[in-house]
Structure formats: structure tokens, C-alpha cells
Nanobody, 131 residues
Framework: QVQVVESGGGLVEAGGSLRLSCTFS????????IGWFRQAPGDEREGVSC????????VYADSVKGRFIISRDNAKNTLWLQMHGLKPENTAMYYC????????????????????????WGQGTQVTVSS
């Protein structure tokens, strides 16, 4: 059984930084493409960033390029999202997810769609950025 647990969210002032973490059990991060999503109240869920199972391909949403950094710790089976230069519009529930297909990567957009539809998900961690 796959379990996904996010942490690290909180309240931060605009311009500040946070680091989110996501720990997986029941699967290895080296076998599955994994990534981060977010959803603000009233908005659709948005793919933020993902990293391929081999770790050699990384995708960012245009809105976070240059400010967010995705990384993973294979030994700890953990995914990270370092967020800098946070803006009030970044306020959302942040989720991490894994593609259900092992050892598969065919681009960020496909991951965002597939993981969104049928992936393994956590409960999310709230990020609130004050102005």
C-alpha cells in the first residue's frame, strides 16, 4: 500500500521561503516519476514541478521557474520543494503525487495529467503567503 505524506507548509510573508517535503512509503522514488501540485480555493489543481524516475528530467510550471527547486533524496525516499520569493498568489494547498506507472516518464504535461487522474496522492500541506 502506497502512502504519501507532505509536510513543511505554513504562513510566510511575501518574499520569504519555505521548503516542503513529501515522504513516500510503499514505492521507491527511483522507480516512479513524482511531483508537486497545488490548488487554491476556487481554482483548478495545477502542476507545479516534477522529476522523472531516473532523476534526470525536471519540469517546472512557468510561474515558478527560477524561484522553486525540486529535488529528491533517494535514501530517504523523500521529495522536496524549495520555494523562494513566495508571492501571495502562491497561497494554496500543496500536494505531492506519484505516477502510478513504474519507470515511466514521457514529459511533464503527461505526468501532471496522469498523476492528477490516477496517481498516488498525499493529504497536502497548506502554504499561505501574506502580503
Amino acid at each position: 500500500q502506497v502512502q504519501v505524506v507532505e509536510s513543511g507548509g505554513g504562513l510566510v510573508e511575501a518574499g520569504g521561503s519555505l521548503r516542503l517535503s513529501c515522504t513516500f512509503s510503499g514505492l521507491s522514488v527511483t522507480d516512479y516519476t513524482i511531483g508537486w501540485f497545488r490548488q487554491a480555493p476556487g481554482d483548478e489543481r495545477e502542476g507545479v514541478s516534477c522529476i522523472s524516475y531516473r532523476g534526470n528530467m525536471i519540469v517546472y510550471a512557468d510561474s515558478v521557474k527560477g524561484r522553486f527547486i525540486i529535488s529528491r533524496d533517494n535514501a530517504k525516499n523523500t521529495l522536496w520543494l524549495q520555494m523562494h520569493g513566495l508571492k501571495p498568489e502562491n497561497t494554496a494547498m500543496y500536494y505531492c503525487a506519484a505516477d502510478p506507472r513504474p519507470r515511466y516518464y514521457n514529459g511533464g504535461q503527461e505526468f501532471f495529467k496522469q498523476a492528477s487522474d490516477v496517481g498516488y496522492w498525499g493529504q497536502g500541506t497548506q502554504v499561505t503567503v501574506s502580503s
